[in-house]
């Protein structure tokens, strides 16, 4: 038998159904595959740090392909400013992964996604707001700890761009680059710490399926849905991640 992270078949479907949903909302939006399968994969493992593995390798296709299907909508100069602070906290927020139980920071950081959704509901001006450009790398730095610590480093980016890219395409274009730069930073690290290995690499081919279905249902809903919608669905979606984290 291959060494896998799950111990039934009961956990393996379930594990199966919640990154349908993940990689679904992932391709429709540009985040939030983190904040859904680390909330609800919590509570069918013991060890948080196998489900963060998992969701760094299941993340990548969808990534690679959204990246290069909207390369054109790609801006690399803000990309560049912000992707300072996040090579600089990855790593940092992977040695507090490997050391500590940093659940306190999972809760504030729910609260504080409730609190944003419903201000970004209200607010008229999204996607006409240019964040100023000395914000870029603590902006980078905070979505780099957050990554990771969690693999959930989105809350940060998804603000920036919700506030500055002029539609859906460049939204999520943006967002899944700067996910593809991390998750090529983030290999590296948390396999220099002994994080990756051979029982998450069969698992993640275990559950590849799942992860195809859902990204191909989500890239159909993202063609399909409006821009005002697609922004209201943004700003719900904050509310609803931050209330799974806090609960």
Request: glycine share 10%; with cysteine; aromatic share 10%.
């Amino acid at each position: 038998m291959l060494p896998l992270i799950f111990e039934t078949w009961t956990q393996f479907l379930l594990t199966c159904g919640i990154l349908v949903v993940a990689q679904l909302v992932y391709v429709l939006f540009g985040f939030g595959s983190g904040l859904i399968a680390v909330g609800s994969l919590a509570l069918l493992f013991p060890d948080i740090r196998d489900v963060v593995v998992l969701l760094l390798l299941v993340n990548l296709p969808a990534e690679l392909w959204v990246t290069w299907k909207t390369r054109t909508e790609v801006r690399w100069r803000p990309i560049g400013i912000l992707s300072i602070g996040i090579g600089l906290g990855i790593p940092a927020g992977a040695i507090i992964l490997r050391n500590s139980e940093p659940h306190i920071i999972l809760t504030a950081l729910g609260f504080f996604l409730v609190l944003v959704g419903f201000i970004f509901l209200r607010l008229p001006a999204a996607g006409k707001i240019s964040p100023p450009v000395w914000a870029a790398p603590p902006t980078g730095l905070l979505s780099g700890l957050l990554t990771g610590m969690f693999g959930t480093g989105g809350p940060p980016l998804i603000i920036w761009y919700h506030l500055s890219a002029p539609n859906k395409a460049a939204f999520r274009s943006n967002l899944m680059t700067i996910f593809l730069l991390m998750t090529v930073i983030r290999v590296p690290s948390y396999a220099a710490a002994g994080m990756i290995t051979p029982k998450h690499l069969y698992s993640m081919v275990a559950v590849m399926p799942a992860v195809f279905i859902g990204a191909w249902i989500g890239n159909r809903l993202h063609l399909d849905v409006s821009e005002i919608w697609f922004r209201r669905m943004v700003s719900a979606l904050l509310v609803v991640l931050g209330l799974m984290l806090v609960f």
